[in-house]
């Protein structure tokens, strides 16, 4: 979670579910791009991949989510799948993965800590 302290408003937040022995499906919400800047998702990456040792992340987004989708493709989340019709009519789910090895906001210093 990812709280600004001057309005006391959450601005970021990932919740990871469906863990496996080397996978995890995440969600986040992201209202502000400072959260992108001040290391929000270094930390959440570097749990999962470094604490964690997952191989993969995995998150479905729907097809008309047009501002998910590239926000997930800007993370180094590549399309693996989608299931036609399976959030709505019209609408499919985008199954994406994440490998660390493509983890854009992953840094340097915190891929080094094992």
């Not at 995890?24 to 502000?32: E, L």
């Not at 992108?36 to 992340?57: E, M, P, Q, V």
């Not at 993370?75 to 019709?85: I, L, S, V």
């Amino acid at each position: 979670m990812a709280v600004d302290l001057d309005t006391n408003t959450t601005v970021g937040a990932c919740i990871m579910d469906n863990w496996t022995d080397n996978s995890v499906q995440c969600h986040f919400m992201i209202t502000s791009p400072l959260v992108l800047k001040h290391g929000f998702l270094d930390c959440a990456y570097s749990f999962i991949f470094n604490d964690r040792k997952c191989k993969f992340i995995y998150g479905m987004v729907p097809s008309n989510n047009d501002k998910a989708l590239k926000l997930n493709k800007h993370m180094g989340f590549t399309e693996k799948m989608r299931m036609p019709d399976a959030y709505t009519d019209g609408v499919d789910f985008v199954i994406m993965e994440l490998k660390k090895d493509d983890c854009k906001y992953l840094t340097h210093e915190l891929s080094e800590v094992a």
